[in-house]
């Protein structure tokens, strides 16, 4: 089993930044990929980033350049910076592992509103 607790989330005007966070608890030994989804009201849960044990990271289009996802192995945390955000960013984002032997594990969501 692995816990994972997300923080970070708020309101931001548009153009703002915010950095989330993920902490990782359980039986982190068996984390391999850590990353990122988000769902926006009335719309489904979307890839956003993700970044796996190896370094090789991956993000959706619409994030490009605007998001980066980090990850600190000794502190079992993954981050996901956001900047220059935009109000069609606002969204619930969740954090998800998978581990090597390919079980999912979802975070409870930290909202981000992005408004003026």
């Known amino acids: 089993q692995v816990q994972l607790v997300e923080s970070g989330g708020g309101l931001v005007q548009p153009g703002g930044s915010l950095r989330l966070s993920c902490a990782a608890s359980g039986s982190i030994f068996s984390i391999n990929v850590m990353g990122w989804y988000r769902q926006a009201p009335g719309k489904q849960r979307e890839f956003v980033a993700a970044k796996t044990s190896d370094g090789r990271t991956n993000y959706a289009d619409s994030v490009k350049g605007r998001f980066t996802i980090s990850r600190d192995n000794a502190k079992n945390t993954v981050y996901l910076q956001v900047n220059s955000l935009k109000p069609e960013d606002t969204a619930v984002y969740y954090c998800?592992?998978?581990?090597?032997?390919?079980?999912?594990?979802w975070g409870q969501g930290t909202q981000v509103t992005v408004s003026s």
């Open positions: 998800n592992t998978i581990t090597s032997r390919a079980l999912s594990y």
